[in-house]
C-alpha cells in the first residue's frame, strides 16, 4: 500500500527564515510525486510534479527536491503570504490507467512578520 | 481557461439523507477524480472517471456512486449519509493524453464542497 509521510506537522517561522518540509514515500514504482498548497477552506493548489530521483524545480521562494525515498519542499525567505497547508502526494505506477493520488496530512507553515 | 467548479458551495444535510454534489472540469479535461478530506486530514481518493466510466476507486462504500456526462462534468452521489461523512469534498481535473505528455497526469482541484451531515 502507497504511504506518505509529512514532517513536521506544524511549522512556524519568522519572515525570512528559510526552512525546508520534508515528505517520505513508499511506493512500488513512483511515477509522479507532486507538491500543492491549500489556504482554510480552499482547494489544494498544485504547485509542482518530480519523476525522477534527483530532479529539482523552483517556483519564486519554493524549491522542491526528490530522492527515491523522500522529497524537500525549500522555502527560502518566506513572507507571511507563504501561510498555508502544504500536502505532498504520490502518484504510483502499478495503477495504469487509474492515476489516483495518495496523499500525506500535510504541513501547516505559518511566517510571522 | 475556466478552471474546475463544483456546487454548492456548502451543503447542510441531517442524518441518512441523500446529497448530489458537482463538479465541471477544465476545459479540454477529460479525467475526473473525487476526493473526501476531514479536517485536519490528506485528501483521500474515492473515485476516478475516464470518458464516462469508472476508473479506479477507493476504500469508500457502495453509498458513494458517481456519473460523468458526455461533456466531462461529473456528479458525486453519497446515500443513507452518515456523521462520518461531514468533510470538505474535492473534485480534480486532468488532462490525460489529451494533453501536453508532461501534464497529463496533474491534477487541478476545483475549490470544494463542504459538507455538514448532522
Known amino acids: 500500500e502507497d504511504q506518505v509521510t509529512q514532517s513536521p506537522e506544524a511549522l512556524r517561522l519568522q519572515e525570512g527564515e528559510s526552512s525546508s518540509l520534508n515528505c517520505s514515500y513508499t511506493v512500488s514504482g513512483l511515477r509522479g510525486l507532486f507538491w500543492y498548497r491549500q489556504d482554510p477552506g480552499k482547494g489544494p493548489e498544485f504547485l509542482f510534479t518530480?519523476?525522477?530521483a534527483g530532479e529539482e524545480k523552483e517556483k519564486e521562494r519554493l524549491k522542491a527536491t526528490l530522492t527515491k525515498k523522500e522529497s524537500f519542499l525549500h522555502i527560502t525567505a518566506p513572507k507571511p503570504e507563504d501561510s498555508a497547508t502544504y500536502l505532498c502526494?504520490?502518484?504510483?505506477?502499478?495503477?495504469?490507467?487509474?492515476?489516483?493520488?495518495?496523499f500525506g496530512k500535510g504541513i501547516t507553515l505559518s511566517v510571522r512578520p | 481557461e475556466t478552471g474546475v467548479t463544483q456546487s454548492p458551495t456548502h451543503l447542510i444535510k441531517t442524518r441518512g439523507q441523500q446529497v448530489t454534489l458537482r463538479c465541471s472540469s477544465q476545459?479540454?479535461?477529460?479525467?475526473v477524480s473525487w476526493y473526501q478530506q476531514a479536517l485536519g486530514q490528506g485528501p483521500q481518493f474515492i473515485f476516478q472517471?475516464?470518458?464516462?466510466?469508472?476508473?479506479g476507486r477507493g476504500n469508500f462504500p457502495p453509498r458513494f456512486s458517481g456519473l460523468q456526462f458526455p461533456n466531462y462534468s461529473s456528479e458525486l452521489n453519497v446515500n443513507a449519509l452518515e456523521l462520518d461523512d461531514s468533510a470538505l469534498y474535492l473534485c480534480a481535473s486532468s488532462p490525460g493524453l489529451s494533453g501536453d505528455l508532461w501534464d497529463a497526469d496533474t491534477q487541478y482541484f476545483g475549490p470544494g464542497t463542504r459538507l455538514t451531515v448532522l
Open positions: 472517471y475516464y470518458r464516462e466510466e469508472e476508473n
Open positions: 502526494a504520490v502518484q504510483a505506477l502499478y495503477t495504469g490507467a487509474n492515476s489516483k493520488l495518495t
Open positions: 518530480l519523476y525522477s
Open positions: 476545459s479540454g479535461h477529460n479525467t
